[in-house]
DNA sequence: ATTATACTGAACCATATGGTTCAGTATCGC
DNA sequence: GCGATACTGAACCATATGGTTCAGTATAAT
């Protein structure tokens, strides 16, 4: 479907939708490891390991480096932020909103106790 | 595919991983609505936006509210914070990590001038 | 030189997702 | 009661996603 570019966030939020992915970042979160040490406790093939990790690097999220066949994987949080900043955003709108109210209501209340 | 039962997080970061669910968030951010007033922006058919409102729905982060034929919206704000608080853990654990690096520099830096 | 390791890519498969149309139901306004 | 409004559900479609296997490449170890 998707038929437009997928944003940062749109690629942030669905990277981290998956169980497998975030258990990647929290084993990343740790410090960089190679891919096949990172790969091992998962129950599945390695190939099908690694569309993960590009699922990851697509968002930005995750970097690699390759020294010889070893793949490096290391985190990025930095894209993170694009989920949170829009969440934040929209709870200020929120907060905003559950102000007023409650403002009326007490200003209602001085008016008609 | 997902052969496990998708956790509130898992539902929560697919929800808000598309574009078309985070304008019905950010409209209903500024208050309640009906479906069809919120689905008359966009470029597509009602039954295709409902599918969307039903996305929100099963994340919790949308409640409906039926008056006749009207269906009206109110945000639900509080799935959100799985997603805030998984990476709020997440980032603790990044910072955790460069804070020994700063140290172990820091250290590394007092003894060899 | 041979073998083992650490991947990568292509092809394939089943299910999910995001959209459509068309038909139906329930409610409201007149 | 009759037509318009506000949806909902079923069927369908194309593409995406998450997985597989098998074959290949490049590097490391012996």
Redesign the pocket.
């Given at each position: 479907?998707?038929?437009y570019r997928?944003t940062k966030i749109d690629r942030v939020a669905?990277a981290i939708?998956?169980p497998?992915r975030r258990a990647i970042i929290e084993r990343l979160a740790r410090g960089p490891a190679?891919?096949?040490?990172i790969?091992e406790p998962f129950?599945?093939?390695?190939?099908?390991?690694?569309?993960?990790?590009?699922?990851l690097e697509g968002a930005g999220l995750v970097r690699?480096t390759?020294?010889?066949?070893?793949?490096?994987l290391e985190l990025s949080p930095e894209p993170m932020r694009a989920v949170t900043q829009w969440i934040r955003k929209y709870e200020q709108f929120w907060n905003e909103r559950l102000d007023r109210l409650e403002k009326f209501f007490a200003t209602n209340k001085e008016k008609s106790p």
């Amino acid at each position: 479907m998707v038929q437009y570019r997928p944003t940062k966030i749109d690629r942030v939020a669905a990277a981290i939708s998956d169980p497998t992915r975030r258990a990647i970042i929290e084993r990343l979160a740790r410090g960089p490891a190679r891919v096949s040490d990172i790969a091992e406790p998962f129950p599945m093939s390695l190939t099908g390991f690694c569309k993960h990790v590009k699922v990851l690097e697509g968002a930005g999220l995750v970097r690699r480096t390759r020294r010889g066949r070893d793949n490096t994987l290391e985190l990025s949080p930095e894209p993170m932020r694009a989920v949170t900043q829009w969440i934040r955003k929209y709870e200020q709108f929120w907060n905003e909103r559950l102000d007023r109210l409650e403002k009326f209501f007490a200003t209602n209340k001085e008016k008609s106790p």
